[in-house]
């Protein structure tokens, strides 16, 4: 049976000489695009290769025309992930030192992919080295899979679908920047701030604990069923500020028992782009 929401150390630890497991690092940064690859150089967990937020994870922004992150051309990803060894036996697990909130993005573009069976690392490098577990510096090789990749189009929200969602009601917007972002108080990434009208916000901090691992499931269950208040999970749209960590707020749900929802990949960034849009501050 495969894994497809949380791995802990101790079963990575017990899988680290499993060629049938597959490590990634994808450690980033977003004010610092080449911190994460620095990072990696200096210690990793043995075997993980490095995927880049921007190289691997996205396609080029289109200015005036999409996000920060636009979806990655699927056929362009499926080449990198048989390249990196990914294939239909393989229990792929993702890890950064940021919460998840960075490795959440490729953990749902295999599921986008077809490849359901990848696992985020709860608690990340920081619980990793904290248990004072093996550290790597050699970049591993690669073996070449064989993967069946096919997008799932009904996993995607486009920004029509959003602005009926705004407008009408007919879908939850939550959105998962912090709430100084959301209100329009601060905006250091992106060029004018607030939020898509109707959306409600949840930080993806809040589903945490304070040592940095995930809630348990009943926890996070009862949170979400509360700003659900009674809509079925299908009815969720997952934003954020380009498409990123809105993917936390979407393995929370499903931890918690809430599949089916769906995430807006270009988000607030590329909600932005078109000057007719409307613009939300406050909360």
């Given at each position: 049976m495969?894994?497809?929401?949380?791995?802990?150390?101790?079963?990575?630890?017990?899988?680290?000489?499993?060629?049938?497991?597959?490590?990634?690092d994808?450690?980033?940064?977003l004010?610092?695009?080449?911190?994460?690859?620095?990072?990696?150089?200096?210690?990793?967990?043995?075997?993980?290769?490095?995927?880049h937020?921007?190289?691997?994870?996205?396609?080029?922004?289109q200015?005036?025309?999409?996000?920060?992150?636009?979806?990655?051309?699927?056929?362009?990803?499926?080449?990198?992930?048989?390249?990196?060894?990914?294939?239909?036996?393989k229990?792929?697990v993702?890890?950064?030192?940021?919460?998840?909130?960075?490795?959440?993005?490729m953990?749902?573009l295999?599921?986008?992919?077809?490849?359901?069976?990848?696992?985020?690392?709860?608690?990340?490098?920081?619980?990793?080295?904290?248990e004072?577990?093996?550290?790597?510096?050699?970049?591993p090789?690669?073996?070449?899979?064989?993967?069946?990749?096919?997008?799932?189009p009904?996993?995607?929200?486009e920004?029509?679908?959003?602005?009926?969602?705004?407008?009408?009601?007919?879908?939850?917007i939550?959105?998962?920047?912090?709430?100084?972002?959301?209100?329009?108080?601060?905006e250091?990434?992106?060029?004018?701030a607030g939020?898509?009208?109707?959306?409600?916000?949840?930080?993806?901090?809040?589903?945490l604990?304070?040592?940095?691992?995930?809630?348990?499931?009943?926890?996070?269950r009862e949170?979400?069923?509360?700003?659900?208040?009674?809509?079925?999970?299908?009815?969720?749209?997952?934003?954020?500020?380009?498409?990123?960590t809105?993917?936390?707020?979407?393995?929370a749900?499903?931890i918690?028992?809430?599949p089916?929802?769906?995430?807006?990949p270009?988000?607030?960034s590329?909600?932005?782009?078109?000057?007719?849009?409307?613009?939300?501050?406050?909360?």
């Amino acid at each position: 049976m495969y894994i497809n929401t949380l791995v802990s150390t101790e079963d990575l630890a017990r899988h680290l000489d499993d060629q049938d497991w597959i490590v990634f690092d994808c450690r980033f940064t977003l004010t610092d695009p080449n911190g994460g690859r620095d990072l990696y150089a200096k210690g990793h967990i043995p075997g993980a290769h490095y995927v880049h937020l921007d190289d691997d994870l996205a396609a080029p922004v289109q200015e005036g025309k999409t996000g920060r992150h636009p979806l990655p051309d699927p056929n362009v990803l499926a080449e990198k992930l048989c390249a990196w060894g990914v294939g239909v036996n393989k229990q792929v697990v993702v890890y950064d030192d940021s919460f998840g909130a960075m490795a959440v993005r490729m953990w749902w573009l295999l599921r986008w992919m077809g490849h359901p069976a990848v696992a985020l690392l709860d608690g990340g490098y920081p619980k990793w080295t904290r248990e004072m577990r093996p550290v790597g510096h050699e970049v591993p090789e690669r073996r070449k899979g064989n993967c069946a990749c096919l997008p799932e189009p009904t996993q995607v929200v486009e920004v029509g679908d959003v602005l009926q969602a705004s407008q009408t009601g007919a879908g939850l917007i939550i959105d998962a920047r912090p709430e100084r972002r959301f209100t329009g108080e601060y905006e250091p990434l992106d060029p004018v701030a607030g939020h898509i009208p109707g959306s409600i916000n949840w930080s993806f901090e809040e589903n945490l604990d304070i040592d940095g691992t995930f809630l348990p499931p009943e926890a996070l269950r009862e949170n979400y069923q509360a700003l659900l208040k009674g809509r079925p999970a299908w009815q969720v749209i997952h934003s954020c500020g380009s498409g990123v960590t809105a993917c936390h707020n979407l393995l929370a749900m499903e931890i918690a028992g809430l599949p089916g929802s769906r995430l807006y990949p270009g988000s607030w960034s590329e909600w932005i782009t078109d000057p007719s849009r409307p613009i939300a501050t406050g909360e």
